[in-house]
């Protein structure tokens, strides 16, 4: 028993939290989704790796809680701990595959990100968590998952695995017949697992992800990844050494870890191209000030025009009636008279003229 873990009678009472984990490209998504099949089950498909899961407050109305995640920023000690000071009984499951298959295959993804940050480090940074987590799953007898076994013998492997962790057997986890929004949590998964998941385990496993491949691992990655996990290998049943494979990433001896493949770096390089947008928009802006500016003083200036000629317009109307008021005078209306008639044939005049 955990210090950690406080007394027997503690433990008991709490919830229990089915967790799983795995390395990236482990297959343990899939082995996450056989799992939510269950009746008597519910949780989390796939955490993300740089961020812990926190459950609701009043939990999940199933009896077993479920959280998959992949070993990468944290290791499984890490989640384990949180998750038991977060009041849950830990039930650890390990998923495995041969490291050297992970490690191609992380080689070939863009969310491989063989990195170096926090939240993207290193490929073979992770490597060595999980070992760390093998090693103590070896120590404390865990129940672990072998990839290969269950592309294999899907029944046979997952029904150790329920044994091993003291459940029922349960052959929904074979047929599949939750649909993803019967799930409380169907989070990621990545577009392998997004492909293959059809009507149930059997039409959805893909034997050849089962294969043992190294071509693509740099000769370097390769001796190391043998020399560190022999022990590994020899439990599961790996091939311990391999010749590398004669393509074109012999001549790399080393996958180099580089800021470039960092989510960090990319949230930057789109930190600088919105501020590159947003400096261009301010010039645009400005522009679009200074036309309006512009734009204002015109409408002004017509404005006083216009204002002119209304006054104009409006001081002649007022003169015309006034005018009109005399026309019946005995002395002005003659004048009034033969002055608009000699307005008259001066414009009759002007537009002969024109017109000739």
Not at 246 to 265: G, N
Not at 312 to 331: K, T
């Amino acid at each position: 028993m955990d210090i950690e873990d406080g007394g027997l009678n503690s433990v008991m009472d709490r919830p229990i939290l089915l967790l799983c984990g795995g390395l990236q490209n482990s297959g343990s998504t899939l082995v996450s989704w056989c799992f939510l099949q269950r009746r008597d089950t519910d949780g989390v498909l796939d955490a993300c790796n740089d961020e812990l899961f926190v459950f609701p407050e009043d939990r999940l109305k199933a009896h077993y809680h479920w959280c998959k995640f992949t070993v990468g920023c944290f290791g499984f000690h890490d989640l384990r701990a949180f998750y038991a000071d977060a009041g849950f009984r830990v039930m650890p499951l390990l998923v495995v595959r041969d490291t050297r298959s992970v490690f191609r295959s992380l080689l070939t993804k863009n969310y491989g990100r063989n990195g170096l940050t926090a939240e993207d480090p290193p490929l073979r940074m992770r490597m060595r968590r999980f070992k760390r987590d093998w090693k103590d799953f070896r120590a404390a007898g865990w129940p672990m998952l072998r990839f290969e076994s269950l592309v294999g013998d899907p029944e046979i492997t997952l029904h150790a695995a329920c044994t091993a962790l003291g459940l029922d057997w349960d052959p929904d986890m074979l047929t599949w017949p939750k649909l993803p929004e019967q799930v409380s949590f169907f989070l990621n998964g990545n577009a392998t697992f997004q492909r293959s998941r059809q009507g149930g385990l059997a039409t959805s496993l893909q034997p050849d992800l089962a294969h043992f491949r190294t071509d693509g691992i740099p000769i370097d990655d390769l001796r190391w990844l043998e020399e560190n996990f022999y022990d590994f290998n020899v439990v599961h049943g790996y091939p311990l050494a391999t010749s590398p494979a004669q393509d074109s990433s012999s001549e790399v001896k080393l996958a180099v870890p580089t800021m470039l493949h960092s989510r960090r770096t990319e949230a930057m390089q789109q930190s600088e191209q919105l501020r590159r947008r947003c400096a261009c928009l301010a010039e645009e802006n400005a522009l679009l000030l200074a036309e309006t500016a512009h734009l204002r003083r015109q409408i002004s200036q017509q404005g006083e025009q216009l204002s002119g000629a209304l006054a104009r317009a409006a001081l002649f109307e007022e003169v015309r009636h006034r005018l009109e008021r005399f026309e019946g005078h005995f002395v002005l209306g003659p004048a009034i008279r033969c002055r608009r008639k000699a307005l008259e044939f001066v414009r009759f005049i002007k537009r002969h003229r024109i017109a000739g």
